[in-house]
């Protein structure tokens, strides 16, 4: 307030300070979008051009979750099971699928004796196949195993004693 102003002349320097304060409160406030570049846009539409608060494709959204979440890891090992085939190739896929995945070491059922051999000859060029599409590290190792057989030491009908001897005879 201006020294030495009484009466009318002190309401009237009151009445515009009030009418100043009034009007920079009746301004538009801005605030800061998460866009890139953290640029400054007032409320509202978003209008042209690309925006933080236009539509995301899902993909890119599941993307953002998945690494917030820190679920990169589980994410990338069932992609060894889900995407088998697009891993390992169609024909290795055929007569092969992966069993479990545990500590990085992967279990393989092959459908044959001899694509279970054949597996393991090419363990490290599907280590390395693996590696490229879903990420190092997330396979160290391969179990690779043929078909199972049955089981004759455990069941419902297990009869103490040596086992069938003439039953393929």
């Given at each position: 307030m201006p020294e030495g102003v009484s009466g009318p002349e002190l309401a009237r320097a009151v009445l515009d300070?009030?009418?100043?304060?009034?009007?920079?409160?009746?301004?538009?406030?801005?605030?800061?979008?998460?866009?890139a570049g953290g640029e400054r846009r007032l409320r509202g539409y978003s209008g042209p051009g690309p925006d933080p608060r236009d539509p995301q494709p899902l993909g890119a959204v599941l993307n953002r979750l998945v690494k917030a979440r820190g679920w990169q890891q589980p994410a990338a090992e069932a992609t060894v099971f889900g995407a088998w085939e697009r891993v390992v190739g169609a024909e290795v896929a055929q007569h092969s699928r992966p069993v479990k995945l545990e500590n990085g070491e992967l279990t393989v059922e092959a459908r044959s004796t001899a694509w279970a051999t054949q597996l393991r000859l090419l363990a490290g060029s599907l280590l390395q196949q693996i590696g490229r599409e879903i990420g190092h590290n997330v396979v160290r190792k391969l179990h690779i195993h043929g078909p199972a057989a049955p089981s004759w030491s455990r069941g419902p009908r297990r009869v103490r004693g040596r086992g069938p001897r003439d039953t393929y005879g």
């Amino acid at each position: 307030m201006p020294e030495g102003v009484s009466g009318p002349e002190l309401a009237r320097a009151v009445l515009d300070a009030a009418k100043a304060r009034r009007a920079a409160a009746a301004r538009p406030r801005r605030r800061t979008t998460d866009g890139a570049g953290g640029e400054r846009r007032l409320r509202g539409y978003s209008g042209p051009g690309p925006d933080p608060r236009d539509p995301q494709p899902l993909g890119a959204v599941l993307n953002r979750l998945v690494k917030a979440r820190g679920w990169q890891q589980p994410a990338a090992e069932a992609t060894v099971f889900g995407a088998w085939e697009r891993v390992v190739g169609a024909e290795v896929a055929q007569h092969s699928r992966p069993v479990k995945l545990e500590n990085g070491e992967l279990t393989v059922e092959a459908r044959s004796t001899a694509w279970a051999t054949q597996l393991r000859l090419l363990a490290g060029s599907l280590l390395q196949q693996i590696g490229r599409e879903i990420g190092h590290n997330v396979v160290r190792k391969l179990h690779i195993h043929g078909p199972a057989a049955p089981s004759w030491s455990r069941g419902p009908r297990r009869v103490r004693g040596r086992g069938p001897r003439d039953t393929y005879g």
